[in-house]
RNA sequence: GCGGCGGUGCCGGAGCGGUCAAACGGGAUGGGCUUAGGACCCAUUAGCUUAGUGCUUACGCAGGUUCGAAUCCUGUCCGCCGCACCA
């Protein structure tokens, strides 16, 4: 870690301007009918499992720093926090505790809980009671325009928000939102419960996968089951294939007769199925026999080798067609007349099996394995690698290219549907899933993903919980709905809407209750506790009553006193005082809906999306979200922030090694928009002395009452009282004059608000950053330059002021500071944020700038080549006249061509008499004018000549020797016929 | 594979048809100020060239549109995020 400077002197501000703001309550936001502009923003609230770290710093500053921007921009603003304990994260680690598991004993210890403490951890309650203090202190530290009245956390531990939990779900019930179905899960058998990610051993990240199994009738009745992926190739199906050395089982599965793997047997019994094993069955004795299909073929069962036991069902249906191992294996048999003697195979019937064209792939034949198998050159089935490889070509060509063939009409299959032939594979199958479902052919089966072992070693199965809760974000009205109030919040940025308008299409059913964890019990089911991401959808409503509603008796919360505030419905008696209520009911009317809610671009795909979901379905139109916003994942030094990495840097830290300003101005820095924001240490590390400076010029301009030397108070004398050389009046008692390069400065702050104003309410901070620090620094800096230290103190205080102000969202304790020095009255988290005003911008006035900046630049450069340290003098010439006239007729030509010939046939055209007599030099001219462009503005020679000349004293100190200034057309210097508008000619004395 | 976002100089990162060899910051180099400085100020930071200029090569790669492209179009390669019941 890079030591920072001296972050002290930040530092030793900080608790100071806090504890104003604490005092003067500057951050507590009550509704206020006198006060129409109301702003209320929030960011997700935190799982309280750990402290903040740089990762949650960019969320919460965005949030931050729009906060404090719109309470400047004079809105009543609301900005609450609360904590979320909802799901299984503490339980599981407060379960480790009890366990006495090094690894999380460890994490505890860094977050500096002393050793005596931590077997308090065991209990999920201790977490919520360490954690929400920590956490709070930590982000608290940054300065945060929190109010915390209104602190919460969630969880049936708080009966209040637990009862607003319940609430919303009945309301979600009451509209059929909330439906129930069979959900697979991952299952521990021992400990009979299931088992989430963070809670395994191995396998996180496995799923439950859901297979389609595929019944093929043995002329018993029994059904032979395979399982498959690719329900699209059901009618390429030539035979099965069995492994003749592996031993099946034949069992009741409910009324029917299945053979199947006996690891499959055992799984089915999971999976909401009645399993009876009757008895073993030798895959060689089904050898030879045949079964009727699907597609009403009837097919034979062949024996192969590469049929794994603990795949699927053990048992292969075989679409030689379009499965590489399939046809391979095929292939073998046919040549192989020894196995096919010794399972009695008639070798006529093997060879007369043909694969069955079933997809129209582009690019390949009607047969695509056998292009596969010939393109690898594979020549057997125990080509193990080669034929992974050709299943992977296979199946991503055929999903994502293929067509289904002419095969697939309806009328040709009675189990079919409709007419698929045609259709995209990727279409396609899912129909045809559908049809083999709902025929006596199909079931469902599920695997998971990869091997998965539970915390008590057991490796884990997949089970179909019943009576499972969802949410069914499936439902078209719904999504209609969700769309709806899409169109019509604001997004920041507005390029994520692609992609929730993509998710809210992709949603369905949601499962939306857990068995374990903390949380709040479904009120008409109390055995299930509602899952973390479906207690978290509307609860900002709460917020706008939270610091009234908990000061009542929770008995007295009822369904009808949420029903009165939140939807304006009498719906039953009221429990509490119909003035409390009526309170509540005016804080939510105000304050609602949500003006900006942000978090990580990661949460579009559920949480954010739900939370416009949920919007819809609870409240009235007017109270749904106005605005999110998202950002993207932070980097710390370009890295990824990682555990492993050790690069994730507590906010605590953060604090103490740069101070609050520093880490806030810094997280900022580092992006906007969606892309990953990046902590650069350097930069943190850069700008504290940068803030000092800040700091120092304040003082400075504080100090001087007056700015100007005694010579320019003489020079000023010399003028009219009163009377500046613009013709303006110059009221303060610094320097009298308002010079061009005063007016300059302020021409360009003005652009500066303009602009920043336009950026911070896009929230695009990382720009206004850039803009109100950086440009407005170097603005300064030259303006100073330019006026040998005796700037105008009317202009130099507006700048200070306004970058006082303007920076005050992102290093407010430090802005406080210098307002409070000042002079200024109040606080400057109170202040205005100011208005850019039009007139002052002045393009002229920053065209007259640029041409002293770059003659004074060209001076130098001059001066270095030829090698002169001390000129005796320097002559400027500005453009002969005639090329002002040629400019301008030249630019109105360039909107009608760029054709330089017809440019120039034009300007000879319509030019005077007098600036046709120059038509060699124009015609030399015009060519690189249209090339590379006029510049954006050409001011008329006199104003040329008046910028230089205002600017003569700078101009001649920076040259070290005197400067005379004329226009080039009474000069007789050969060299002054090459200035133009905007380049003047430099012609140096020796 | 699908959906989203990106690929710019030593680095971070602006720019999104002409004012672009490319803002701003960081780093590096040189100079100034200073007892000294990690503080501050100034200059340089693609190559060649020049009295302040001009030229060449540059904005992932390849084509195209245009008088003109980092900027628009097409194709292609690469990176990041998400693809769920997990906070």
Redesign the pocket.
């Given at each position: 870690m890079v030591t920072p400077?001296n972050a002290e002197f930040l530092q030793n501000i900080q608790s100071k301007w806090q504890k104003k703001w604490q005092q003067a309550r500057s951050f507590h936001a009550d509704a206020n009918p006198y006060h129409k502009k109301k702003f209320f923003l929030t960011f997700p609230y935190p799982?309280i499992n750990g402290l903040p770290h740089v990762g949650h710093l960019f969320t919460i500053m965005r949030v931050e720093a729009f906060a404090r921007y719109k309470r400047l921009q004079g809105f009543n603003v609301l900005f609450p926090q609360g904590w979320?304990a909802?799901?299984?994260?503490i339980v599981d680690a407060a379960q480790r505790v009890r366990e006495g598991e090094e690894k999380q004993l460890k994490i505890l210890r860094d977050c500096g809980v002393p050793e005596a403490d931590i077997s308090k951890f065991a209990e999920p309650e201790h977490w919520i009671s360490y954690f929400v203090p920590e956490y709070r202190k930590d982000i608290q530290s940054l300065g945060l325009s929190i109010d915390w009245r209104r602190e919460f956390f969630t969880t049936e531990l708080n009966p209040h928000y637990n009862k607003f939990v319940q609430w919303q779900f009945s309301i979600l019930k009451k509209k059929g939102y909330v439906k129930k179905g069979k959900f697979p899960v991952v299952w521990d058998p021992k400990n009979n419960c299931?088992v989430?990610?963070?809670s395994r051993i191995e396998g996180e990240g496995e799923?439950p996968q859901e297979f389609l199994l595929v019944k093929h009738k043995l002329k018993n009745g029994t059904s032979i089951v395979t399982a498959t992926l690719r329900p699209d190739t059901i009618l390429g199906v030539t035979n099965l294939y069995i492994n003749p050395d592996v031993m099946y089982v034949r069992a009741k599965v409910d009324e029917e007769d299945w053979i199947i793997s006996k690891k499959v047997a055992k799984a089915l019994a999971d999976q909401d199925k009645k399993v009876t094993v009757i008895e073993e069955v030798q895959g060689s004795s089904l050898i030879g026999q045949t079964v009727l299909e699907f597609s009403g073929l009837s097919v034979p069962i062949l024996p192969a080798f590469f049929v794994q036991e603990q795949f699927g069902t053990g048992i292969v249906h075989s679409v030689p067609s379009d499965s590489a191992d399939d046809l391979i294996a095929l292939d073998d048999l046919k040549k192989d007349t020894a196995l096919c003697q010794k399972y009695r195979l008639d070798m006529a019937m093997v060879k007369a099996v043909e694969p069955i064209s079933v997809l129209d792939v582009p690019g390949f034949s009607p047969i695509p394995a056998r292009d596969v198998l010939t393109q690898l050159g594979i020549k057997s089935q125990h080509d193990r690698q080669k034929l992974e490889k050709a299943k992977d070509i296979l199946y991503?060509k055929a999903f994502?290219e293929g067509k289904v063939n002419k095969l697939y009409q309806k009328a040709r299959f009675k189990g079919l549907s409709q007419d698929y032939a045609g259709q995209p594979v990727e279409k396609a199958k899912e129909g045809i899933k559908h049809d083999i479902l709902n025929s006596e052919f199909g079931d469902v089966y599920y695997q998971l993903t990869g091997r998965v072992v539970s915390r008590s070693m057991m490796e884990c199965v997949v089970r179909i919980v019943e009576d499972q809760w969802f949410l069914d974000y499936g439902d078209p009205v719904w999504k209609k709905l969700a769309h709806d109030a899409l169109n019509n919040l604001t997004l920041y940025p507005e390029?994520?809407r692609?992609?929730f308008t993509?998710v809210i299409d992709w949603?369905?059913?949601?499962?939306c209750t857990?068995e374990t964890?903390l949380g709040t019990r479904l009120p008409w089911d109390e055995k299930w506790l509602i899952?973390?991401?479906s207690d978290s959808t509307v609860y900002m409503a709460y917020y706008t009553i939270v610091h009234l509603l908990q000061k009542i008796d929770v008995r007295n919360v009822n369904g009808a006193l949420f029903d009165y505030v939140f939807l304006d419905e009498n719906t039953g008696k009221l429990l509490v005082d119909k003035k409390d209520a009526d309170a509540m009911r005016r804080e939510f009317d105000y304050w609602y809906p949500v003006d900006f809610r942000n978090s990580g671009?990661?949460?579009i795909?559920?949480?954010l999306t739900f939370y416009l979901f949920n919007h819809t379905a609870i409240f009235h139109k007017d109270k749904w979200p106005k605005g999110i916003g998202v950002n993207g994942?932070v980097t710390v030094d370009?890295s990824?922030m990682s555990k492993s990495l050790g690069n994730v840097i507590p906010v605590r830290e953060m604090v103490k090694t740069y101070s609050a300003d520093a880490a806030r101005i810094t997280i900022l820095t580092g992006?906007?928009?969606?892309?990953?924001p990046?902590w650069?240490t350097?930069?943190a590390r850069?700008i504290i002395?940068?803030l000092e400076?800040f700091y120092t010029l304040a003082r400075d301009v504080a100090a001087a009452k007056d700015m100007t030397t005694a010579k320019d108070r003489a020079a000023a004398k010399g003028t009219a009282a009163g009377e500046t050389s613009t013709g303006k009046t110059s009221t303060d008692g610094g320097r009298y004059t308002m010079k061009p390069i005063d007016l300059w400065a302020l021409s360009n702050l003005h652009q500066i608000i303009h602009d920043a104003t336009a950026l911070m309410e896009e929230t695009s901070f990382r720009s206004a950053i850039?803009k109100i620090f950086?440009?407005l620094q170097?603005l300064l800096?030259w303006y100073l330059?330019r006026t040998k230290n005796s700037p105008n103190t009317t202009v130099i205080k507006e700048l200070v002021d306004a970058q006082a102000v303007m920076l005050s969202p992102f290093t407010p304790h430090l802005c406080e500071e210098i307002w409070s020095m000042l002079g200024k009255k109040g606080l400057a988290c109170e202040a205005s944020w100011p208005v850019a005003q039009q007139d002052k911008i002045d393009e002229q006035a920053n065209a007259a700038e640029n041409l002293v900046q770059e003659?004074a630049a060209?001076i130098q450069?001059?001066l270095k080549?030829?090698d002169i340290q001390k000129p005796a003098s320097i002559a400027l010439f500005v453009s002969p006249a005639w090329k002002y006239q040629l400019f301008a007729i030249v630019r109105k030509q360039?909107d009608t061509t760029?054709?330089p010939a017809e440019v120039l046939a034009a300007v000879m055209k319509n030019a005077p008499a007098e600036l046709r007599s120059h038509g060699q030099d124009i015609s030399k001219l015009i060519p690189k004018l249209?090339?590379?462009?006029l510049?954006?503005m050409i001011l008329p020679q006199e104003k040329e000549l008046a910028a230089l000349r205002d600017a003569v004293d700078f101009l001649s100190a920076e040259a070290g020797c005197p400067v005379q200034i004329a226009s080039a057309d009474e000069a007789s210097e050969p060299?002054a016929k090459?200035a133009q508008p905007g380049?003047?000619?430099?012609?140096?004395k020796q």
């Amino acid at each position: 870690m890079v030591t920072p400077n001296n972050a002290e002197f930040l530092q030793n501000i900080q608790s100071k301007w806090q504890k104003k703001w604490q005092q003067a309550r500057s951050f507590h936001a009550d509704a206020n009918p006198y006060h129409k502009k109301k702003f209320f923003l929030t960011f997700p609230y935190p799982y309280i499992n750990g402290l903040p770290h740089v990762g949650h710093l960019f969320t919460i500053m965005r949030v931050e720093a729009f906060a404090r921007y719109k309470r400047l921009q004079g809105f009543n603003v609301l900005f609450p926090q609360g904590w979320h304990a909802t799901g299984s994260p503490i339980v599981d680690a407060a379960q480790r505790v009890r366990e006495g598991e090094e690894k999380q004993l460890k994490i505890l210890r860094d977050c500096g809980v002393p050793e005596a403490d931590i077997s308090k951890f065991a209990e999920p309650e201790h977490w919520i009671s360490y954690f929400v203090p920590e956490y709070r202190k930590d982000i608290q530290s940054l300065g945060l325009s929190i109010d915390w009245r209104r602190e919460f956390f969630t969880t049936e531990l708080n009966p209040h928000y637990n009862k607003f939990v319940q609430w919303q779900f009945s309301i979600l019930k009451k509209k059929g939102y909330v439906k129930k179905g069979k959900f697979p899960v991952v299952w521990d058998p021992k400990n009979n419960c299931p088992v989430p990610d963070h809670s395994r051993i191995e396998g996180e990240g496995e799923t439950p996968q859901e297979f389609l199994l595929v019944k093929h009738k043995l002329k018993n009745g029994t059904s032979i089951v395979t399982a498959t992926l690719r329900p699209d190739t059901i009618l390429g199906v030539t035979n099965l294939y069995i492994n003749p050395d592996v031993m099946y089982v034949r069992a009741k599965v409910d009324e029917e007769d299945w053979i199947i793997s006996k690891k499959v047997a055992k799984a089915l019994a999971d999976q909401d199925k009645k399993v009876t094993v009757i008895e073993e069955v030798q895959g060689s004795s089904l050898i030879g026999q045949t079964v009727l299909e699907f597609s009403g073929l009837s097919v034979p069962i062949l024996p192969a080798f590469f049929v794994q036991e603990q795949f699927g069902t053990g048992i292969v249906h075989s679409v030689p067609s379009d499965s590489a191992d399939d046809l391979i294996a095929l292939d073998d048999l046919k040549k192989d007349t020894a196995l096919c003697q010794k399972y009695r195979l008639d070798m006529a019937m093997v060879k007369a099996v043909e694969p069955i064209s079933v997809l129209d792939v582009p690019g390949f034949s009607p047969i695509p394995a056998r292009d596969v198998l010939t393109q690898l050159g594979i020549k057997s089935q125990h080509d193990r690698q080669k034929l992974e490889k050709a299943k992977d070509i296979l199946y991503k060509k055929a999903f994502y290219e293929g067509k289904v063939n002419k095969l697939y009409q309806k009328a040709r299959f009675k189990g079919l549907s409709q007419d698929y032939a045609g259709q995209p594979v990727e279409k396609a199958k899912e129909g045809i899933k559908h049809d083999i479902l709902n025929s006596e052919f199909g079931d469902v089966y599920y695997q998971l993903t990869g091997r998965v072992v539970s915390r008590s070693m057991m490796e884990c199965v997949v089970r179909i919980v019943e009576d499972q809760w969802f949410l069914d974000y499936g439902d078209p009205v719904w999504k209609k709905l969700a769309h709806d109030a899409l169109n019509n919040l604001t997004l920041y940025p507005e390029k994520a809407r692609a992609q929730f308008t993509y998710v809210i299409d992709w949603l369905h059913q949601w499962a939306c209750t857990r068995e374990t964890g903390l949380g709040t019990r479904l009120p008409w089911d109390e055995k299930w506790l509602i899952e973390s991401l479906s207690d978290s959808t509307v609860y900002m409503a709460y917020y706008t009553i939270v610091h009234l509603l908990q000061k009542i008796d929770v008995r007295n919360v009822n369904g009808a006193l949420f029903d009165y505030v939140f939807l304006d419905e009498n719906t039953g008696k009221l429990l509490v005082d119909k003035k409390d209520a009526d309170a509540m009911r005016r804080e939510f009317d105000y304050w609602y809906p949500v003006d900006f809610r942000n978090s990580g671009k990661d949460l579009i795909q559920n949480h954010l999306t739900f939370y416009l979901f949920n919007h819809t379905a609870i409240f009235h139109k007017d109270k749904w979200p106005k605005g999110i916003g998202v950002n993207g994942w932070v980097t710390v030094d370009g890295s990824k922030m990682s555990k492993s990495l050790g690069n994730v840097i507590p906010v605590r830290e953060m604090v103490k090694t740069y101070s609050a300003d520093a880490a806030r101005i810094t997280i900022l820095t580092g992006g906007e928009g969606m892309d990953d924001p990046n902590w650069d240490t350097e930069f943190a590390r850069s700008i504290i002395p940068k803030l000092e400076q800040f700091y120092t010029l304040a003082r400075d301009v504080a100090a001087a009452k007056d700015m100007t030397t005694a010579k320019d108070r003489a020079a000023a004398k010399g003028t009219a009282a009163g009377e500046t050389s613009t013709g303006k009046t110059s009221t303060d008692g610094g320097r009298y004059t308002m010079k061009p390069i005063d007016l300059w400065a302020l021409s360009n702050l003005h652009q500066i608000i303009h602009d920043a104003t336009a950026l911070m309410e896009e929230t695009s901070f990382r720009s206004a950053i850039q803009k109100i620090f950086f440009d407005l620094q170097r603005l300064l800096r030259w303006y100073l330059r330019r006026t040998k230290n005796s700037p105008n103190t009317t202009v130099i205080k507006e700048l200070v002021d306004a970058q006082a102000v303007m920076l005050s969202p992102f290093t407010p304790h430090l802005c406080e500071e210098i307002w409070s020095m000042l002079g200024k009255k109040g606080l400057a988290c109170e202040a205005s944020w100011p208005v850019a005003q039009q007139d002052k911008i002045d393009e002229q006035a920053n065209a007259a700038e640029n041409l002293v900046q770059e003659t004074a630049a060209d001076i130098q450069s001059v001066l270095k080549l030829l090698d002169i340290q001390k000129p005796a003098s320097i002559a400027l010439f500005v453009s002969p006249a005639w090329k002002y006239q040629l400019f301008a007729i030249v630019r109105k030509q360039l909107d009608t061509t760029r054709n330089p010939a017809e440019v120039l046939a034009a300007v000879m055209k319509n030019a005077p008499a007098e600036l046709r007599s120059h038509g060699q030099d124009i015609s030399k001219l015009i060519p690189k004018l249209v090339q590379g462009g006029l510049p954006p503005m050409i001011l008329p020679q006199e104003k040329e000549l008046a910028a230089l000349r205002d600017a003569v004293d700078f101009l001649s100190a920076e040259a070290g020797c005197p400067v005379q200034i004329a226009s080039a057309d009474e000069a007789s210097e050969p060299k002054a016929k090459q200035a133009q508008p905007g380049k003047v000619a430099i012609v140096v004395k020796q």
